[in-house]
């Protein structure tokens, strides 16, 4: 039986859940080394990359790296109107305000960058393929918006939750996976 895309998302969260906290933390230390040390991440200099949340892959660590190496930070910020996602700047914790379901972003001051000044976005996703393709949250919006850039794309991504998943035509796959066990170009 196939799966729908939903219940992937429901069990994959479910799977997620059950990864013990150490066990998460070693393999975010992991995937940070992996990609810190990428030729991908060496050449970025406008970097964009989601502030991880609840279960997400840490992200902050990267987020501050990058900074310490003069890189210029973006996080993505959800619009509604029209549907989609904005880079804001990023510079620091601080200058963060909590926004939909307490995730905190830059506010509306935060200068935004267009997509096509991008060279390295960091997209989540709950499983990837080896074929770099994901599932995500579920609301389109990293789809829309990787159509838009020609930015270089990594997921971020737990080895374990490397698999295949369902691909719809309007899927953008992702140039590179960093996982706890390396970063790999898609197959």
């Known amino acids: 039986m196939i799966?729908?895309?939903?219940?992937l998302r429901r069990e994959l969260k479910r799977e997620r859940g059950r990864v013990?906290?150490?066990l998460r933390e070693q393999w975010n230390q992991a995937i940070f080394q992996?990609?810190?040390q990428h030729q991908v991440y060496a050449e970025a200099h406008n970097v964009m990359t989601y502030l991880s949340f609840g279960w997400e892959i840490d992200t902050w660590q990267i987020?501050?790296?990058s900074l310490s190496l003069g890189k210029e930070v973006y996080v993505p910020v959800v619009q509604s109107n029209p549907k989609?996602?904005?880079a804001r700047r990023f510079t620091s914790r601080e200058a963060l305000s909590p926004a939909v379901f307490g995730i905190l972003e830059p506010g509306p001051e935060a200068p935004a960058?267009?997509?096509e000044e991008l060279d390295l976005i960091l997209v989540p996703g709950l499983a990837?393929?080896?074929q770099g393709y994901r599932?995500?949250?579920g609301g389109g919006y990293y789809d829309r918006f990787l159509a838009s850039t020609p930015a270089k794309t990594v997921g971020l991504v737990y080895q374990t939750f490397v698999r295949d998943v369902p691909v719809d035509p309007w899927d953008r796959p992702v140039d590179f996976l960093a996982t706890d066990e390396g970063v790999f170009g898609r197959k």
């Open 84 to 86: 989609g996602l904005v």
């Open 20 to 22: 013990p906290k150490d």
């Open 128 to 130: 990837f393929s080896p």
């Open 34 to 36: 992996h990609l810190s």
């Open 113 to 115: 960058a267009d997509p």
């Open 63 to 65: 987020a501050e790296h």
């Open 3 to 7: 799966m729908s895309k939903n219940e």
């Open 135 to 137: 599932i995500g949250y």
